[in-house]
């Protein structure tokens, strides 16, 4: 069974950091790519940031370039994002979540809780 | 970037009764479309990829269709289970994105 099950969350003052991770099972990890993806209090979905199978190449979205960073460690099956400079809107669920060949998300973790507060 | 527009933002239907959701892209996607579930505090789950394929164990009450830029999800008769969040997102362009989801409640 594919699993994806995030950790890492939770209340950090805007300007910190923290570091999220997303521990994969169940299929062959260092075969897919990964996206990490957020959803702020009752809105829709945002891609964020993107890894490459080999972890060699990166992407990230316009409003988290340059304050965030994803890596990957295949020897164990693990998915993470460096958060730094953090603001309120970075504030949501974040989940990790398998990119299939095509492009969409076949299997998705539970998501971790981000929230940026003072 | 391509933006995702979903109509309506909130659907009230029965039990029993059929359920259409529309999804809107700002630019032609030919069919790279996928539509996702959503229940509260749960993670999104995968329904149709390729507008109109339905993924593993998806029951076949849920239909997707169209191509361009207009797509529909179709759910024939709503069962207790089916009330959830339903998300579209194109992957024809980069970045990914996602369309606001519509909310379908019960009436």
């Known amino acids: 069974e594919v699993q994806l099950v995030e950790s890492g969350g939770g209340l950090v003052q805007p300007g910190g950091s923290l570091r999220l991770s997303c521990a994969a099972s169940?299929?062959?990890?260092?075969?897919?790519?990964i996206h990490w993806v957020r959803q702020a209090p009752g809105k829709g979905l945002e891609y964020v940031s993107a890894?490459?199978?080999?972890?060699?190449?990166?992407y990230y979205a316009n409003s988290v370039r340059g304050r965030f960073t994803i890596s990957r460690d295949n020897s164990k099956n693990t998915l993470y994002l460096q958060m730094g400079s953090l603001r309120a809107e970075d504030t949501a669920m974040y989940f990790c979540?398998?990119?299939?060949?095509?492009?969409?998300?076949?299997?998705w973790g539970q998501g971790t809780l981000v929230t940026v507060s003072s | 970037e391509i933006v995702m527009t979903q109509s309506p933002v909130t659907l009230s239907v029965s039990p029993g009764e059929r359920a259409t959701l529309s999804c809107r892209a700002s630019?032609?996607?030919?069919?790279?479309l996928a539509w996702y579930q959503q229940k509260p505090g749960q993670a999104p789950r995968l329904l149709i990829y390729?507008?109109?394929t339905g993924a593993t164990g998806i029951p076949a009450r849920f239909s997707g269709s169209g191509s361009g830029t207009e797509f529909t999800l179709t759910i024939s008769s709503l069962q207790s289970e089916d009330f959830a969040v339903y998300s579209c997102?194109?992957?024809?362009?980069?970045?990914?994105?996602f369309g606001g989801g519509t909310k379908v409640e019960i009436k």
């Open positions: 979540a398998r990119r299939d060949i095509t492009g969409y998300y076949s299997y």
């Open positions: 169940g299929f062959t990890f260092s075969s897919y790519p």
């Open positions: 890894i490459s199978s080999d972890g060699g190449s990166t």
């Open positions: 630019q032609s996607i030919t069919s790279n």
């Open positions: 390729g507008a109109s």
């Open positions: 997102q194109q992957y024809n362009n980069w970045p990914p994105t």
